[in-house]
């Protein structure tokens, strides 16, 4: 199983970036998939999910409203439109697929994790 997170670069406070996590090895259609974000020196932080058919999704306070998460389940593709992005949205975005229905918020239910993609926002 891979996944794979692109996407990342640098953006002004207030800009936009669409993530993308393309997965493989996997029944793609049968896997919720989640976004973490890391910055140095602390703990993966969710920040969206998605369900299997994208109808159900999940948003924490902070990103809810800023952030849109959906998928493409021909392309095994999930999408991570962040608008209005603020400095503490930076650090390495991580997707992660869990075999339930319902998306899930704690990393530890994810089974399977991607390498990041570096956000970075500027002030």
């Known amino acids: 199983v891979q996944l794979q997170a692109s996407g990342g670069g640098w953006v002004q406070a207030g800009g936009s970036l669409r993530l993308s996590c393309v997965a493989s090895?996997?029944?793609?259609?049968?896997?919720?998939v989640g976004w973490f974000r890391q910055a140095p020196g602390e703990g993966r932080v969710f920040v969206a999910a998605?369900?299997?058919?994208?109808?159900?999704?999940r948003y924490p306070k902070a990103t809810k409203g800023r952030f849109t998460v959906s998928r493409d389940n021909a392309k095994s593709t999930v999408y991570l439109q962040m608008n209005n992005l603020l400095p503490e949205d930076a650090g390495t975005y991580f997707c992660?697929?869990?075999?339930?229905?319902?998306?899930?918020?704690?990393?530890?239910?994810?089974?399977?994790w991607g390498r990041g993609t570096l956000v970075t926002v500027s002030s």
């Open positions: 992660a697929a869990d075999s339930e229905k319902v998306p899930k918020i704690e990393s530890r239910d994810y089974e399977y």
């Open positions: 090895g996997l029944d793609f259609s049968r896997y919720a």
């Open positions: 998605v369900g299997w058919t994208g109808a159900i999704t």
